[in-house]
């Protein structure tokens, strides 16, 4: 668990999420039809390694490179390649983590490629919203599953399903620590945050069924149903009055 309150060290681990922003911003206008998650991915690393940073996926138990790139039914942990090539009407979840200053920050998207279906952007909507409702949850004196339980109210006033089989963790001194932040449960359980707790929280959505399975490459997660799956996570200070989000 990493909790951190001194101003020095807030700054610092601020100055790593801005790097994951600033990948965000730059995104919006990189994915396009025709692009290729390969060249998205070199691209990252390279603005990571600019800032100073280092990509904190790669290499992590074997992972191969800087950004998972989840396309419609992946759900999380693709693999970028030059084979996967952008289509109009596809989401893709891009999820990178930085390490910078001694301090892991790491954060998702789901961008759509060109024109989506109403369901695309809807699923996209809802992953977005129950990623704020749980961030709104991450207050001193709550209890973990306050969050979970935000998160899981949140996709249930749609008709899609949260994931269950991951979870979003404590970070900061290392990419994965304790607490799991499940996005779904009863209220109340769990440990109370303490403020200047780092948190990554981590909803992922189907449309369909919750169930997930994982490809022979023993890392892209996808919908065992094959319908589409979006991604938001942030990494976020537990805060007194609320939380402030680094990414
Ligand atoms: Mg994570």
Known sequence: MTIITSKSEIRKIRDSGKVIKDIFVWLENAICAGV???????KIETIIRKSGGSPAFKGYKGFPATICASINNVVVHGIPSDKNVLKDGDIISVDVGVRKNGYFTDAARTFGVGDLSDEARDLIRVTKKCLAEGVRFAVAGNRVSDISNAIEKDVRKSAYKEVRSFVGHGVGKDLHEPPEVPNWGRKGEGPVLKEGLILAIEPMVNVGVREVKVMKDGWTAVTE?????????????VGKERAETLT
């Not at 290729?36 to 070199?42: W, Y």
């Not at 149903?225 to 200070?237: N, P, Y």
């Open 36 to 42: 290729a998650t390969g060249e998205l991915d070199r």
């Open 225 to 237: 149903d094959g319908k589409l799956s979006a991604h938001f996570e942030d990494t976020i200070i």
